[in-house]
């Protein structure tokens, strides 16, 4: 049975999985007025940065406890690097396979490592034993984001993009490894983060750490390109709230943070994914954020309720 505490936690997750769903419409508007995705993604880890910094600075609590950073493993300091990956190789792969290929294999790569995870109880999460009520849950989020995103207009014209391969050709199932791998990455990142927690005095400050390793990591790779940032004109016609990618980026790590030792791996992760459905299904319909409107169909809501059920059996178990 779910208690109110647990049941608190998947609301925060659901929260965290909303400000997923906004900052990417947030990022991609701010993206018009530069000339590279990693250029907007730059500026997104920068603005958190300097957020959880001054934060963390008001909040005036120590930074490390004494002896905390020599018992810290070395993979502690990876959180903010795999960031960095996950943004990068989205860029790299969302032209050639398109949004919708690469958003499913992401989530089936987070579900999949989040179960390895909690069934060996790696990167400091909570050891759960791999039930047959968790493998079902599992199965059904996955066809429930499935049934909701096949009738997502943009799918079918994701494959048509100029940049897509051929369904069948051999490169393309490396892509699909490679994004896969950045939902395991996804993943392991919220555990990462919450051990490197264990050595400093808040959430805060590790989102921090990690924000500032990420945004060093765009900052070289945005360097490397050689390009001009903003498009001529296009900076006086960017609107207020495409420059809250960061602050909704800041929010996302530092919930995770907290989160993750507390629900575990796959909860965690099916909890965020069901929150990221929901928000899309309110955000299509209304066509905010610069999102296009797409109706509310039958196969959408059943595909939620599936999300629905898969959490509480997850949570439950």
């Given amino acids: 049975m779910i208690t109110l ?7 925060c997750s659901l929260l965290v999985g909303a400000c997923g769903a906004s900052q ?4 991609s508007r701010l993206r018009l007025a530069l000339h590279s995705p990693i250029q907007a993604a730059f500026i997104s880890f920068l603005t958190g940065t300097l957020l959880l910094g001054v934060i963390a600075l008001l909040s005036g609590s120590p930074w490390f406890a004494p002896g905390a950073r020599g018992g810290l493993p070395w993979w502690a300091w990876l959180g903010g690097l795999l960031g960095a990956f996950n943004v990068a190789m989205s860029v790299y792969l969302a032209p050639k396979l398109g949004a919708l290929t690469l958003a499913l294999s992401i989530i089936c790569g987070q579900v999949l490592a989040s179960m390895v995870l909690d069934h060996n109880g790696w990167l400091g999460y909570p050891r759960i034993e791999l039930s047959p009520e ?16 096949r009738t997502h207009p943009l799918g079918a014209a994701a494959g048509a993009h100029a940049g897509a391969l051929p369904s069948k050709s051999p490169d393309r199932y490396f892509l699909l490894a490679c994004s896969i791998a950045i939902g395991c990455s996804l993943a392991s990142q919220a555990g990462i983060n919450a051990e490197l927690r264990t050595a400093l005095s808040s959430p805060v400050q590790a989102a921090f750490f990690s924000f500032l ?10 360097a490397t390109t050689g390009r001009d940032w903003f498009r001529p004109g296009a900076l006086a016609a960017t609107p207020w709230w495409a420059w809250l990618g960061g602050l909704l980026g800041a929010f996302i790590v530092t919930m995770s943070v907290f989160l993750a030792p507390r629900l575990g791996a796959l909860t965690l ?7 990221k459905v929901f928000a899309s299904l309110v955000l299509d319909q209304r066509g905010w954020l610069g999102y296009p409107r797409v109706p509310l169909t039958m196969p ?3 595909g939620t309720v ?3 059920l898969g959490v509480m059996l997850v949570a439950a178990n």
Wanted: net charge positive; glycine share 12%.
């Fill in 5 to 11: 505490s647990t049941a608190f936690l998947l609301a």
């Fill in 24 to 27: 990417a419409g947030v990022n």
């Fill in 134 to 149: 968790r493998v079902l849950g599992a199965l059904l989020i996955v066809a429930g984001v499935l049934l909701v995103s």
């Fill in 213 to 222: 390793l990420g945004t060093l990591a765009l900052g070289l790779l945005a």
């Fill in 269 to 275: 992760a099916i909890a965020i994914i069901c929150g």
């Fill in 300 to 302: 959408r809501v059943v």
């Fill in 306 to 308: 599936l999300l629905v």
